[in-house]
């Protein structure tokens, strides 16, 4: 959250990757080698080259009743095995104390005669804190440069996926205070490398994110025209982030729902919704 920089606190707070989508969440967060949707312009860029039709993606998420994150993506395949994309990031508290925006523009690609993709994201930061609704106390902007990698490869009992992120590779923001000097901070740099493997119907996935395991698994069925998924997943991270992770999805048609239930320590429970609609 953008305030805490005006107070002093760990420059890591800030437009700090909370886990939007559901059905990531749903599954943990091990997620690098797995994302493949609109979803993937959060959690690995690369994977959108591999997608197959263009999409619209949305996801929210409402934490301790105080801040609300949504969430709204396009992704566009220009050709086989190449996607561009574009999303709006955006937190608030209900007070209008405080607004983060990130807007980011995605590219990604497979590389020629290998099973390697290459993705991109640049983003765009923006913040505002007030000391209450309509008188403002400082703003921030800067830009940010996100970096992935995933791969694939068959073997007897299904498919090896390997993703790797570098989120805020880049970064630069600088911010305004009433009193207080211009200066500018580079965003906590992160890094996540996983590994996925897919079977009939099932997919199991690990993921070691900024040095802490995550796992998650997910179980698909058919029902005429329609798919269903169950997941479940567990973050061995620190602080309310900890904890079991569960949910569901629905694909029929041109349409995908998913949800994703996040528990965590000191009462961090959560809900997790997102939308995709194919066109």
Same mark, same amino acid.
């Given at each position: 959250?953008?305030?805490?920089?005006?107070?002093?606190?760990?420059?890591?707070?800030?437009?700090?990757?909370i886990?939007?989508?559901?059905?990531?969440?749903g599954?943990?967060?091990?997620?690098s080698?797995?994302?493949?949707?609109?979803?993937?312009?959060? &959690?690995?860029?690369?994977?959108?080259?591999?997608?197959?039709?263009? +999409?619209?993606?949305?996801?929210?998420?409402?934490?301790?009743?105080?801040?609300?994150?949504?969430?709204?993506?396009?992704?566009?395949?220009?050709?086989?095995?190449?996607?561009?994309?574009?999303?709006?990031?955006?937190?608030?508290?209900?007070?209008?104390?405080?607004?983060?925006?990130i807007?980011?523009?995605?590219?990604?690609?497979?590389?020629?005669?290998?099973?390697?993709?290459?993705?991109?994201?640049?983003?765009?930061?923006?913040t505002?804190?007030?000391?209450?609704?309509?008188?403002?106390?400082?703003?921030?902007?800067? &830009?940010?440069?996100?970096?992935?990698?995933?791969?694939?490869?068959?073997?007897?009992?299904?498919?090896?996926?390997?993703?790797?992120?570098?989120?805020?590779?880049?970064?630069?923001?600088?911010?305004?205070?009433?009193?207080? +000097?211009?200066?500018?901070?580079?965003?906590?740099?992160? &890094?996540?490398?996983?590994?996925?493997?897919?079977?009939?119907?099932?997919?199991?996935?690990?993921?070691?994110?900024?040095?802490?395991?995550?796992?998650g698994?997910?179980?698909?069925?058919?029902?005429?025209?329609n798919?269903?998924?169950?997941?479940?997943? &567990?973050?061995?991270?620190?602080?309310?982030?900890?904890?079991?992770?569960?949910?569901?999805?629905?694909?029929?048609?041109?349409?995908?729902?998913?949800?994703?239930?996040?528990?965590?320590?000191?009462?961090?429970?959560?809900?997790?919704?997102?939308?995709?609609?194919?066109?």
């Open positions: 959250m953008g305030f805490v920089f005006f107070c002093e606190m760990e420059v890591g707070a800030a437009f700090e990757n886990g939007l989508t559901a059905r990531a969440m599954m943990g967060g091990a997620y080698a797995v994302a493949r949707d609109t979803s993937a312009l959060l &959690w690995n860029p690369a994977g959108a080259a591999q997608m197959s039709s263009p +999409e619209i993606g949305l996801s929210y998420v409402e934490l301790y009743d105080l801040l609300g994150y949504s969430f709204i993506g396009w992704a566009h395949p220009i050709r086989l095995g190449q996607t561009i994309g574009a999303a709006v990031l955006s937190s608030s508290d209900t007070a209008g104390i405080s607004q983060e925006r807007v980011l523009l995605s590219a990604a690609a497979r590389v020629p005669r290998v099973p390697l993709y290459v993705g991109f994201n640049v983003k765009s930061f923006s505002s804190v007030n000391l209450e609704p309509g008188v403002p106390l400082g703003i921030g902007a800067g &830009w940010g440069i996100d970096f992935g990698l995933q791969s694939a490869l068959k073997i007897r009992v299904g498919a090896v996926k390997i993703g790797l992120v570098l989120p805020n590779l880049l970064s630069q923001v600088a911010y305004e205070r009433e009193a207080v +000097e211009r200066y500018s901070e580079s965003l906590l740099r992160e &890094w996540r490398v996983g590994v996925a493997l897919r079977g009939d119907g099932g997919l199991v996935a690990v993921d070691m994110a900024n040095g802490h395991p995550l796992i698994g997910e179980y698909r069925f058919n029902s005429g025209d798919t269903f998924a169950v997941r479940l997943g &567990w973050r061995f991270t620190e602080g309310v982030s900890r904890g079991l992770t569960a949910g569901f999805g629905y694909h029929g048609g041109n349409l995908a729902l998913d949800y994703a239930f996040v528990s965590g320590f000191y009462a961090a429970q959560s809900s997790r919704f997102s939308v995709r609609i194919f066109y």
